[in-house]
């Protein structure tokens, strides 16, 4: 079975700081992986998506950025942080591939609670 | 551009009761999938169920069903024989087909499910 991790669970950074948040995914091979922010009390933002290796989507310009180095390892980074860079930090995988749309469903990971201070 | 509209920002519901969660949509596509996934205090978004543009059935998870009115573009879930563990935030989402690759899931901002006992 495939399962997906996320590291580190929480985060408490300074303002300025650099972020590395990892996403890894187990039990499946060539996925499409999916960074996603989620303010307090609010819906979730996609923010990064990859199809590949190196292959990097962007939905919201913005001080983040995503890189794939490995097929199932996905890193969400920043160079400087901003207080607006405080959320809930969600990864998801779903599997590739022109086939049906329930097949494509994504999957999360457990997240990762960031702090800007 | 898709857009999905939960209108109950918070329910209470007695233990045991069913419960409806609102969801309408709207897309141009004829080839769309819509999903619930629900978000527990503990942040990791579980994916409930799935509902393609194109099944002729309401889908059917246990006791989460989906009563899918495709002409309203509707896709309300409904709990039967709510439990305590039932408590948390619910996410509808959308995925459609406009172009190939597009992996977009379009997120609705939820609805705050409360089981009083």
């Known amino acids: 079975s495939q399962t997906i991790h996320q590291w580190p669970a929480t985060l408490v950074q300074p303002v300025g700081s650099p972020l590395s948040l990892e996403c890894t995914v187990e039990?499946?091979?060539?996925?499409?992986l999916y960074w996603y922010r989620q303010a307090a009390g609010r819906g979730l933002q996609l923010l990064f998506y990859s199809v590949g290796i190196g292959q990097i989507s962007s939905e919201v310009p913005q001080n983040l950025s995503a890189s794939r180095p490995q097929d199932r390892q996905f890193i969400l980074s920043s160079k400087k942080l901003l207080l607006s860079d405080s959320g809930f930090y969600l990864c998801?995988?779903?599997?590739?591939?022109?086939?049906?749309?329930?097949?494509?469903?994504?999957?999360f990971g457990p997240g990762t609670r960031l702090l800007v201070l | 551009a898709q857009k999905i509209t939960q209108t109950q920002p918070g329910m209470f519901v007695q233990e045991k009761e069913a419960v409806t969660l609102d969801c309408t949509y709207d897309t141009s596509d004829p080839s769309y999938g819509l999903f619930w996934y629900k978000q527990p205090s503990s942040g990791e978004m579980i994916f409930l169920i799935y509902q393609g543009s194109y099944d002729q059935q309401n889908a059917t998870e246990g006791r989460y069903s989906l009563n899918f009115q495709k002409a309203r573009k509707s896709a309300n879930l409904v709990i039967s024989a709510s439990q305590l563990g039932d408590s948390a935030m619910y996410f509808c989402?959308?995925?459609?087909?406009?172009?190939?690759?597009?992996?977009?899931?379009?997120f609705g901002t939820g609805t705050r499910l409360t089981i009083i006992p």
């Open positions: 998801a995988w779903s599997r590739s591939g022109f086939s049906g749309l329930r097949e494509e469903t994504q999957y």
């Open positions: 989402a959308m995925r459609d087909r406009f172009r190939f690759g597009n992996e977009k899931l379009t």
């Open positions: 039990g499946t091979s060539n996925p499409n």
